[in-house]
């Protein structure tokens, strides 16, 4: 089993910045998906940002231009610096990682981190 521990969550104004961090508990072999999903209250949860092992990247267009995903397959570990926070950002923050090897596939999620922005 991997155990996804997120942090860097919290409170912040309209136009500030937050970077969250995702540290998987152990090595996972690659190809993988590690990534950002957020959910806000009364909604689904949607994608934020992911990024795979090989380097490939996919925003929400809701977030384009103003989050950043990075990530450091040496440490297992997977970032996400947002910039220009709007209080749609607003939401609950689940790392997820998608295994594929060994097979068969495997999602895991993190406990979730809350996010706040005040207008």
């Known amino acids: 089993q991997v155990q996804l521990v997120e942090s860097g969550g919290g409170l912040v104004q309209a136009g500030g910045s937050l970077r969250l961090s995702c540290a998987a508990s152990?090595?996972?072999?690659?190809?993988?998906?590690m990534g950002w999903y957020r959910q806000a209250p009364g909604k689904q949860r949607e994608l934020v940002a992911i990024k795979s092992s090989d380097g490939t990247t996919n925003y929400a267009d809701s977030v384009k231009g103003r989050f950043t995903i990075s990530r450091d397959n040496t440490k297992n570990t997977v970032h996400l610096q947002m910039n220009s926070l709007k209080s749609e950002d607003t939401a609950v923050y689940y790392c997820?990682?998608?295994?594929?090897?060994?097979?068969?596939?495997?999602?895991?999620w993190g406990q979730g981190t809350q996010v706040t922005v005040s207008s």
């Open positions: 152990k090595s996972i072999l690659s190809p993988n998906i």
């Open positions: 997820n990682l998608k295994r594929f090897i060994p097979p068969p596939p495997n999602d895991y």
